[in-house]
């Protein structure tokens, strides 16, 4: 900390403009330059397991540039995406970067290019983010670029640093206690937090709300979805082909069973209020989204095949990856060499008539090529009540 003391004090270095899409991103012949790279560890909830993420500060002249990489499945907790308003607190209070920094949200993606994105925190630190192109973080940071396109995995130095930090904060990280519950006491914290749902739906919550409940625990999602109870792994954002869903769940007995899952808040009613031969516009958007990530999944099925069995395999051997969560019965009996089974779940909205809606959304169903099943808020909780 001494460190960055002794750096900030040399210069005060805030950003005039916090607006970066008008800013003349031409760096002054003689401007000052500081680059610093480190791993940073926060407390995103105290539900969930500490946030770790790479962050690379670069000032040019009096605008400072912070990246926010994420590193994957080393990540002992929720992306950086998830938990990007407590990084950058963290990261201020903690006085880690200059006050007026401009943050950029950055991603090694399994399946495409790097992304970059700057977020802004508004009033009530809730972030919105802007896309930018590799040319524009050229002209911010010159050829500093071409080093923000290296894979962190493929830095050796960067590596021990995160592993250290995962020690830190797990100090068995590599090999957690994940399915060491029995079925009868996990059964029992199910039940406890899909009544907490409940109570939150009624609530008539937005999507990120919903979002950060769910991922204190994702075992209530395994049990649903799971072929048993206690038969599954559950992740959140997890990546597939052209980005990522918000969730996924894998079952199955002898052929493995992919459920990925997006979902939308409980703030609107899933038809439109004006007919019930439409579905709402924010419903219609998760369903389209996830029928394309399926659609290309199918167009290279044996490599998506590879992947989410090693996957498997890692989680079972006690690798937390993509904040997994293992049910009791481990490890799944599935076979590694048979086809898989993939099937899309779209929850979104509440239910007002459940009869006109549960024909609409039958014909939504019917009319995809893909296995894409469509929930509101109210019908995903009653599939979980009957079965415990």
């Not at 990084?87 to 290019?113: A, C, M, N, T």
């Not at 954002?237 to 997006?262: H, K, Y």
Request: hydrophobic fraction near 35%; charged fraction near 30%; aromatic fraction near 10%.
């Amino acid at each position: 900390m001494t460190f960055f003391k002794t750096f900030f004090s040399k210069k005060k270095l805030v950003s005039k403009c916090h607006d970066v899409s008008t800013c003349d991103p031409q760096i002054p012949d003689v401007a000052p330059v500081y680059d610093i790279d480190f791993i940073h560890t926060c407390v995103n909830s105290p539900f969930s397991r500490n946030v770790i993420c790479r962050v690379r500060l670069k000032t040019r002249g009096e605008i400072s540039y912070v990246f926010l990489t994420d590193i994957g499945d080393k990540n002992t907790g929720a992306s950086v995406t998830n938990s990007v308003e407590r990084i950058i607190r963290s990261l201020e209070s903690e006085k880690k970067v200059p006050v007026g920094s401009v943050f950029i949200e950055h991603y090694d993606e399994l399946w495409k290019k790097p992304s970059f994105d700057v977020v802004t925190l508004d009033e009530r630190d809730s972030p919105s983010w802007k896309s930018q192109s590799e040319n524009n973080i050229r002209e911010w940071v010159g050829d500093e670029v071409e080093e923000l396109l290296l894979p962190t995995a493929d830095d050796p130095l960067m590596m021990r640093k995160i592993e250290r930090a995962r020690r830190t904060s797990y100090p068995d990280a590599n090999h957690p206690p994940v399915w060491a519950e029995s079925c009868r006491a996990s059964k029992d914290r199910v039940k406890i937090f899909v009544n907490a749902l409940s109570a939150l739906i009624n609530l008539n919550p937005d999507e990120r709300t919903i979002q950060t409940f769910m991922k204190a625990d994702l075992s209530f999602l395994g049990s649903v979805y799971g072929v048993k109870s206690e038969e599954f792994i559950a992740f959140s954002e997890f990546p597939v082909p052209n980005g990522r869903v918000d969730f996924a769940v894998f079952t199955g007995r002898s052929r493995l069973q992919v459920f990925l899952i997006e979902v939308k808040g409980a703030n609107f009613n899933f038809a439109n209020e004006n007919s019930y031969k439409n579905i709402n516009a924010k419903a219609n958007e998760a369903l389209q989204q996830l029928r394309s990530r399926i659609g290309e999944i199918e167009r290279d099925v044996k490599k998506f095949k590879a992947d989410v069995h090693s996957i498997r395999q890692k989680c079972e051997d006690g690798e937390s990856i993509f904040g997994s969560t293992l049910g009791a019965d481990m490890p799944l009996q599935v076979d590694p060499n048979k086809d898989i089974i993939i099937r899309g779940v779209v929850i979104a909205g509440r239910t007002v008539n459940d009869l006109e809606e549960s024909r609409l959304r039958n014909d939504y169903e019917a009319s995809s090529n893909h296995r894409v099943n469509i929930e509101t808020w109210d019908t995903f909780i009653r599939r979980w009540k009957p079965r415990h």
